[in-house]
Nanobody
Framework: DVQLQASGGGLVQAGGSLRLSCAAS????????ICWFRQAPKKEREGVFC????????WFADSVKGRFTISRDNAKNTGYLQMNSLKPDDTAIYYC????????????????WGQGTLVTVSS
C-alpha cells in the first residue's frame, strides 16, 4: 500500500517550535514532490510549504516565510516541516502530500495524502 504518515503535531505556545514528519511507505519519496498543507476550522485547505523531488526548488506561502523550513531525508523516505515562531493563526490540521506532477502549492496537484496531524498554538 502507498501511504504517507504525518506526525509531530501538538500544543505549543506562541513563539514556540514544532517539527512535523511525513513518513512514506510503499513508494520511493525521492521521486516525488512533497508538500505540506493545512486546514483551519471553517477554512479551505491551503498550501504551506513544498519541495521538489530534485533541484531543491521550493514553494511556500507568504504567511510562513522566514518561519518555516522544509526538508527531506531520502534515506529515511521522510519529509519534514520545521515550524518556528509559531502564531495562533498557524493552528490547523497539517497534511503532507506527494506528487510527480511537478511542484505546486495547489491541493489538486497532489495524489497521495497523509492523515493529518493537529497543530494548536496558544496565545
Amino acid at each position: 500500500d502507498v501511504q504517507l504518515q504525518a506526525s509531530g503535531g501538538g500544543l505549543v505556545q506562541a513563539g514556540g517550535s514544532l517539527r512535523l514528519s511525513c513518513a512514506a511507505s510503499g513508494f520511493i519519496l525521492d521521486d516525488y514532490e512533497i508538500c505540506w498543507f493545512r486546514q483551519a476550522p471553517k477554512k479551505e485547505r491551503e498550501g504551506v510549504f513544498c519541495i521538489s523531488s530534485s533541484e531543491g526548488k521550493e514553494w511556500f506561502a507568504d504567511s510562513v516565510k522566514g518561519r518555516f523550513t522544509i526538508s527531506r531525508d531520502n534515506a529515511k523516505n521522510t519529509g519534514y516541516l520545521q515550524m518556528n515562531s509559531l502564531k495562533p493563526d498557524d493552528t490547523a490540521i497539517y497534511y503532507c502530500a506527494a506528487t510527480r506532477k511537478g511542484l505546486s502549492g495547489a491541493v489538486a496537484g497532489y495524489d497521495y495524502w497523509g492523515q493529518g496531524t493537529l497543530v494548536t498554538v496558544s496565545s
